[in-house]
């Protein structure tokens, strides 16, 4: 099984501030790797996919980068609506997701 | 618009059995990869099953022997078997279509998930 590790596991940060996340795996998962806001009580919403493609409707302050075993999620100026907890999942092999990242209001 | 709707949840006890069903529309249904995927409470996700258009299945080792996913192309109706539940098995349950060239897939439609609670 492959692992992902996020961190840090809680990122506090002001609107409008910029957000770096990071997702590491265990080996490589070459690009395969997505990206996931979830609000409480909601289903996850994909953000990227294939590391650095944003899905649709996903608003370009979002962006993803990296390939192999280290990965980046950026959110270049925060809106009130991006505090959530972000997930990583790689699907280079059965399926997994990282412990996820809560960013939350300084 | 892409819907999916989950059912079938519940309380149940241990070594007890419950089949979820989600409900899809709004897509191809017969050319679509589906998964379920669970959420524990206050956890983090984990891939449960998977179901290629053909019916060919995977699932997670947590769930093998005890678990089957299936469809219904007809009904365009996903399905989860879940026999001799734990207490670990406690969770939220989302269908989801799984996307992308490639093994697997990202998932880019879900469900609102349906909770299963396993208890004595």
């Known amino acids: 099984e492959i692992v992902l590790t996020q961190s840090p596991v809680t990122l506090s940060l002001s609107p409008g501030e910029r957000a770096t996340l990071s997702c590491r795996a265990s080996?490589?998962?070459?690009?395969?790797l997505a990206w996931y806001q979830q609000k409480a009580g909601q289903a996850p919403r994909l953000l990227i996919y294939?590391?650095?493609n944003r899905a649709t409707g996903i608003p370009a302050r979002f962006s993803g980068s990296g390939s192999g075993t280290d990965f980046t999620l950026t959110i270049s100026s925060l809106e009130p609506e991006d505090f959530a907890v972000y997930y990583c999942q790689q699907r280079s092999n059965w399926p997994t997701f990282g412990g996820g990242t809560k960013v939350e209001i300084k | 618009q892409v819907q999916l709707v989950e059912s079938g949840g519940g309380l149940v006890k241990p070594g007890g059995s419950l089949r979820l069903s989600c409900v899809i529309s709004g897509l191809s249904f017969s050319d679509t990869y589906l998964t379920w995927i669970r959420q524990a409470p206050g956890k983090g996700l984990e891939w449960v099953s998977y179901i290629s258009p053909a019916g060919g299945t995977t699932c997670a080792d947590s769930v093998k022997g005890r678990f089957t996913i299936s469809r219904d192309n007809a009904k365009n109706s996903l399905y989860l078997q879940m026999d001799s539940l734990r207490v670990e098995d406690t969770a939220v349950y989302y269908c989801a279509r799984a996307s992308g060239s490639g093994p697997y897939g990202h998932t880019d439609h879900w469900g609102q998930g349906t909770l299963v609670t396993v208890s004595s």
């Open positions: 294939d590391a650095s």
């Open positions: 080996q490589s998962v070459g690009s395969y």
